[in-house]
């Protein structure tokens, strides 16, 4: 099943199913006026949900109508919580070296996760707007997994159950500022703006073999200006799997439903495959030519994201961004 919701004008639009080709829509408020309700009553709504989905995509659902991918938010326009792990340990490790900073003692033993600006997250289609371009921007193309209500100490066995939508995320970092902030040692403020995620979340008897369980397997395609930056596997080594960042966060406290938890920026060690973001494009070209030529984001680039099934279908249709700084 595929859900979106529909811009409205207030701060949490309206829900929506999609259908599998996001070519059609349909508003479910007789089953739940917007995502978040339908995640705190996710038991008795799914069903409800997975049946409108049926009769899309057979053309028998009164009410539909054509779906135009540019009047949706983020299928979450609001979070009450957004937590974001780095399980892609050549990341965080390219990302420490350029800012000179020291790999943790335990990041093979503990996830390293940060808890995000949720407020509001900007749409899948709308200007991303940066304070300045000297802050270095930089985007993060991630999957995130969505849960329900999880209770303290749930276990990593346990924690599977919880996860009911994935999404793709661009996790925007102004990197200059990452290197003034992170020393402080109080986590990420200013440096970590607004993210965005795809335009749909999907279950996960959408995704088939793409869902082992614990991770997600498919190539997250990420361009700026329409050139390809890379297209490295999410499944491939993913350190720490979304179980384990359910167990880790919620050690010692409850998670609310509609908690969003992205995996950090994906990169596989094969650098064939590309890069997930300017920052590893940048260090990797430090190495090999002795100086960065890939640019940070500047006003007027287009950042783009999405991942497709065998068919060469999207999935969860695409992230795309227009950048703007004042």
């Known amino acids: 099943m595929k859900l979106a919701s529909l811009r409205t004008g207030d701060r949490d639009g309206k829900l929506i ?30 069903p409800q949900l997975q049946k409108v989905y049926s009769q899309l995509n057979a053309g028998q659902a009164n009410g539909a109508f054509d779906l135009d991918l540019m009047k949706l938010e983020s299928p979450f326009p609001r979070s009450y919580q957004f937590l974001d792990g780095s399980v892609y340990l050549h990341h965080m490790e390219k990302a420490r070296k350029a800012r000179g900073a020291e790999m943790p003692p335990n990041y093979k033993t503990e996830p390293l996760m940060y808890q995000g600006l949720s407020d509001r997250f900007c749409g899948p289609t709308e200007v991303m707007v940066f304070p300045d371009a000297t802050l270095e921007p930089d985007y993060e193309a991630e999957v995130a997994i969505v849960v329900d209500d999880v209770p303290m100490g749930t276990t990593k066995a ?37 993210s965005s995620f795809s335009p749909v979340a999907v279950t996960l008897d959408e995704l088939g073999e793409i869902w082992d369980g614990e991770k997600l397997h498919l190539e997250l395609v990420s361009e700026i200006n329409g050139k390809r ?31 969003i938890i992205g995996a950090g920026s994906v990169t596989n060690q094969d650098e064939q495959s590309g890069f997930g973001c300017v920052a590893e494009a940048r260090i990797h070209e430090q190495m090999i030519h002795g100086t960065p030529s890939t ?21 969860f249709g695409a992230i795309r961004q227009k950048i703007k700084t004042l």
């Open 17 to 46: 199913v999609v259908s599998k080709d996001l070519a059609r829509g349909i508003v479910v408020s007789e089953i739940a006026p917007t995502m978040q309700k339908a995640i705190e009553n996710w038991d008795v709504v799914e």
């Open 158 to 194: 346990e924690a599977a159950s919880h996860i009911k939508l994935v999404m793709l995320l661009n996790d925007y970092t102004l990197r200059s500022l990452t290197k003034t902030e992170l020393p402080k040692g109080f986590g990420f403020m200013q440096a970590k703006p607004t």
């Open 229 to 259: 930056m890379g297209q490295p596997n999410t499944g491939k080594d993913m350190f720490f799997t979304y179980p384990d960042l359910i167990a880790h966060a919620c050690r010692t406290r409850a998670l609310s439903a509609g908690t």
């Open 295 to 315: 640019p940070f984001l500047k006003n007027g680039d287009e950042v783009y994201i999405d991942s497709f099934d065998t068919q060469g279908k999207t999935i």
